[in-house]
Nanobody, 121 residues
Framework: VQLQASGGGLVQAGGSLRLFCTVA????????MGWFRQAPGKEREFVAA???????ANADFVKGRFTISRDNEKNTVELLMNSLKVEDTAVYFC????????????????WGQGTQVTVSS
């Protein structure tokens, strides 16, 4: 299973970005999908997840700013990020884990390469 993340870039504080993750597998609908991020000098942390049936969960620091969604026809998962803050600057990773419900832990089976998000003040 290969994951390809895209959509990162440079944005001013208060702006928005959409991240996309395309998953190469014929059984995409069987996977719970997650987004994580890692800032320089910090550990990787959970951002958001969406289950096979579309249930979602977000980290507390998201506070309604980010929205995760999936398209099982296109094998994609999207992270819409609004009201971005400087502290959202990080490399964002998408991840997949099969045959589970909504999963928020670190033990995803497959990971993408990451996409850089930089928020300037």
């Amino acid at each position: 299973v290969q994951l390809q993340a895209s959509g990162g870039g440079l944005v001013q504080a208060g702006g928005s970005l959409r991240l996309f993750c395309t998953v190469a597998t014929p059984t995409f609908s069987n996977y719970c999908m997650g987004w994580f991020r890692q800032a320089p000098g910090k550990e990787r942390e959970f951002v958001a997840a969406i289950s096979r049936k579309g249930r979602t969960a977000n980290a507390d620091f998201v506070k309604g700013r980010f929205t995760i969604s999936r398209d099982n026809e296109k094998n994609t998962v999207e992270l819409l990020m609004n009201s971005l803050k400087v502290e959202d600057t990080a490399v964002y990773f998408c991840a997949a884990i099969p045959n589970t419900g909504l999963y928020l832990g670190p033990s995803y089976h497959y990971w993408g390469q990451g996409t850089q998000v930089t928020v300037s003040s």
